[in-house]
């Protein structure tokens, strides 16, 4: 499995991007995905997962409301639209790939578990 980010970029406070990401290889092995994200000197930080068949999502408390996670299998790919951002949103995106499904609430959001990466994506939010 290969994953593809792209979309990331420079926003002013309070504007909006979507990411997506784009899988290719074995995509029939997927079960959950998800993003991440990361600023220098800290650990990667859950943002969003989402379950192979779409109907379950989950999202960290900070982007509730603000973050849509959504995927489209049929052109293998996943989406975060970002509504609202803030300058604490500033981060490299990842998305990940998993494919060995039972997965729990609490494993979701565990970067460890996912076995597929992205390049990672800029997104810089401007105060």
């Known amino acids: 499995v290969q994953l593809q980010a792209s979309g990331g970029g420079l926003v002013q406070g309070g504007g909006s991007l979507r990411l997506s990401c784009a899988a290719s290889?074995?995509?029939?092995?997927?079960?959950?995905m998800g993003w991440f994200r990361q600023v220098p000197g800290k650990e990667r930080e859950f943002v969003a997962a989402i379950s192979e068949s779409g109907f379950r999502v989950y999202e960290q408390d900070s982007v509730e409301g603000r973050f849509t996670i959504s995927r489209d299998n049929f052109k293998n790919t996943m989406y975060l639209q970002m509504n609202s951002l803030k300058a604490e949103d500033t981060a490299v995106y990842y998305c990940a790939a998993e494919t060995n499904g039972g997965y729990t609430t609490a494993a979701i959001r565990d970067h460890t578990r996912y076995e597929y990466w992205g390049q990672g994506t800029l997104v810089t939010v401007s105060s």
């Open positions: 290889g074995r995509t029939g092995s997927i079960y959950v």
